[in-house]
């Protein structure tokens, strides 16, 4: 039950370690009172419900029933074991944690492994984009797309030579062997045996995770290549690669993002470097794909306004409406950049420049604006059959607008466009939403922890009253040591934590909330403890009133123990 790592490693790191501000790299939160709140990471919502206090340097979702203190949370939300966890929040602050032989000697995770092999391939694509001759042509290219030397290095742009094996053979000099370079998908197996490079004479766009270390690739043909090749080659699926939760850039714009709440959407890898480029740095692109439910959810977590700036096409279009459906169900605020007809942001920036690109991001509309205005364009207004058209476009469109308000609003527009009595197109309205003919609206968004699942311990009212007093007030750790027996506790997982209670305290040590979860890796027995010392009708008790519940509580318990013996 004892953490691997010296307790007073483990104190020193939380020590260093603010809640709110590690939590705050990941979401967005907002002080409210005493505590911060923001959206949960761990389940989808749209009004905030989870809770971190900096004073018990706890976490709580009131939603979910997710908890825990610093380490539970870097575990959740980057899928590493309580000892990686405490490793990875002290290379943060400093702290050193010797290593021991065991771990010196044990073999690197598989998922290590391929991380290690894609960065190896961004240093190898990077040299050549810079050193080689072949990569010469390549820097000159991206000069004439407007992408600087600065932006290059920045965004780690690289260039894998035309050769079959030119990279294979550099990775097995550097000790990485094809099997691993197999499953990272950086080679292809030949049908007689042997390797091949998967990417051959394309500009390379590094894509990262959340943390910056790279963990997949786009591949781009050059204009001078292989004219049957596909325009874009991305990294297959591999254990730490999957293109539908990923963004391209976040790990650069994150911070950005969270600091002006606010983000730009876009589709391409060179879309993204333009508009950076152009001092737009809340930018991220979806890798060419409409947004997927796990990435609308991961810029939710960040910020609530999202500006959608997809190529001004019929897919760029379609793609806009699915993304904004998507990011209103998750309790955004969606507007959308009207580019000219068959422009992208890349060349709109091009042509254009930077100051006109950031002037239709200023003026962005939002999205059912957008979409009705688009609408007008696409139907013949002066025909009966093009104003029947736009009715049956409008009212789904009306219909998935949440706020009562805002539908009025709009619903006058459509109403003065169709020349039609508003009641009338209320009446239509109301019939459409009747007939079940609404939009379905939800998504398969991919939740990092069901934590819901978790089910709650049922313990006595009277037991998990005094936990909860004597984690707030441990002065009252000896007065209930005195009075009861750890086997009047009914509880098993709350035995475990009152004894757990008792041997810090006979040994002078810190009790609190937040360190004692350490000692459980029972999610239910962690949340026990966190719903003890969150329960905020607690805190600031005079002495004499924590003491006198205290008594009360031994004294149910005792009666308790007394009834179950006489029957």
């Known amino acids: 039950m004892k953490p691997p790592i010296p307790e007073e490693i483990l104190g020193e790191v939380r020590r260093l370690c603010n809640i709110v501000n590690i939590i705050g790299e990941y979401i967005s939160l907002e002080k409210k009172g005493k505590n911060y709140l923001g959206l949960c990471p761990f389940h989808s919502e749209k009004t905030p419900s989870f809770s971190v206090s900096e004073e018990k340097q706890l976490y709580y979702c009131f939603g979910c029933g997710a908890a825990g203190n610093v380490f539970g949370f870097i575990m959740k939300m980057e899928g590493l074991t309580f000892p990686e966890a405490v490793r990875f929040l002290a290379r943060r602050v400093g702290v050193h944690i010797p290593t021991p032989e065991r771990l010196l000697r044990r073999e690197k995770s598989l998922e290590e492994k391929l991380i290690t092999a894609n960065e190896l391939a961004a240093r190898f694509f990077c040299y050549n984009l810079v050193k080689s001759e072949s990569g010469k042509k390549v820097t000159e290219y991206l000069r004439k797309r407007g992408i600087t030397a600065d932006t290059s290095e920045f965004f780690k742009l690289g260039y894998a030579p035309r050769g079959w094996d030119s990279f294979l053979r550099a990775a097995q000099r550097e000790g990485c062997p094809p099997e691993i370079l197999l499953k990272a998908g950086l080679v292809s197996s030949r049908e007689g045996g042997g390797y091949y490079d998967r990417f051959r004479d394309r500009l390379m766009f590094p894509i990262c995770n959340h943390r910056g270390r790279v963990v997949g690739f786009g591949g781009r043909a050059l204009p001078w290549g292989d004219k049957d090749s596909p325009k874009y080659l991305n990294s297959p699926e591999t254990p730490v690669f999957n293109k539908s939760s990923v963004l391209y850039g976040f790990h650069l714009a994150r911070s950005y993002i969270r600091r002006i709440q606010s983000a730009i959407i876009v589709e391409g890898y060179t879309d993204a470097i333009a508009a950076y480029q152009a001092g737009l740095k809340n930018v991220v692109a979806t890798l060419g794909t409409s947004l997927t439910g796990s990435q609308g959810k991961l810029l939710r977590s960040?910020?609530?306004?999202?500006?959608?700036?997809?190529?001004?096409?019929?897919?760029?279009?379609?793609?806009?409406?699915?993304?904004?459906?998507?990011?209103?169900?998750?309790?955004?605020?969606?507007?959308?950049?009207?580019?000219?007809?068959?422009?992208?942001?890349?060349?709109?920036?091009?042509?254009?420049?930077?100051?006109?690109?950031?002037?239709?991001?200023?003026?962005?509309?939002?999205?059912?604006?957008?979409?009705?205005?688009?609408?007008?364009?696409?139907n013949d207004l002066s025909t009966q059959k093009g104003l029947l058209s736009y009715l049956e476009e409008a009212l789904p469109v009306l219909?998935?607008?949440?706020?009562?308000?805002?539908?009025?609003?709009?619903?006058?527009?459509?109403?003065?466009?169709?020349?039609?009595?508003?009641?009338?197109?209320?009446?239509?309205?109301?019939?459409?939403?009747?007939?079940?003919?609404?939009?379905?609206?939800?998504?398969?968004?991919?939740?990092?922890?069901?934590?819901?699942?978790?089910?709650?311990?049922?313990?006595?009212?009277?037991?998990?009253?005094?936990?909860?007093?004597?984690?707030?007030?441990?002065?009252?750790?000896?007065?209930?040591?005195?009075?009861?027996?750890?086997?009047?506790?009914?509880?098993?997982?709350?035995?475990?934590?009152?004894?757990?209670?008792w041997q810090m305290e006979s040994k002078g040590s810190l009790i609190s909330g937040e360190g004692?979860?350490?000692?459980?890796?029972?999610?239910?027995?962690?949340?026990?403890?966190?719903?003890?010392?969150?329960?905020?009708?607690?805190?600031?008790?005079?002495?004499?009133?924590?003491?006198?519940m205290a008594r009360d509580c031994i004294e149910k318990i005792k009666s308790q123990q007394l009834s179950q013996r006489w029957r």
């Open 302 to 378: 960040q910020a609530k306004e999202m500006i959608i700036a997809y190529d001004a096409d019929a897919a760029g279009r379609s793609a806009t409406w699915r993304g904004f459906n998507l990011l209103q169900d998750l309790g955004c605020t969606v507007k959308v950049v009207e580019l000219p007809a068959e422009s992208d942001p890349d060349s709109f920036i091009r042509q254009n420049g930077a100051s006109a690109f950031n002037s239709l991001v200023e003026q962005a509309s939002p999205v059912v604006e957008y979409r009705l205005t688009r609408m007008k364009v696409e």
């Open 399 to 501: 219909g998935s607008i949440s706020s009562p308000a805002e539908r009025e609003i709009y619903l006058k527009q459509v109403a003065e466009v169709l020349g039609i009595p508003e009641r009338a197109l209320r009446d239509e309205l109301r019939r459409y939403r009747r007939d079940g003919q609404r939009r379905d609206g939800g998504h398969n968004i991919t939740l990092k922890d069901q934590t819901n699942n978790i089910n709650q311990i049922k313990a006595d009212p009277a037991e998990k009253m005094l936990l909860a007093l004597m984690l707030v007030y441990n002065q009252l750790i000896g007065l209930v040591r005195e009075e009861l027996q750890l086997s009047d506790f009914s509880s098993s997982h709350l035995r475990q934590v009152v004894e757990v209670i």
């Open 516 to 548: 004692i979860i350490n000692y459980f890796s029972d999610l239910q027995v962690q949340q026990l403890v966190i719903e003890a010392v969150m329960d905020e009708s607690l805190s600031n008790l005079p002495q004499e009133m924590a003491e006198r």
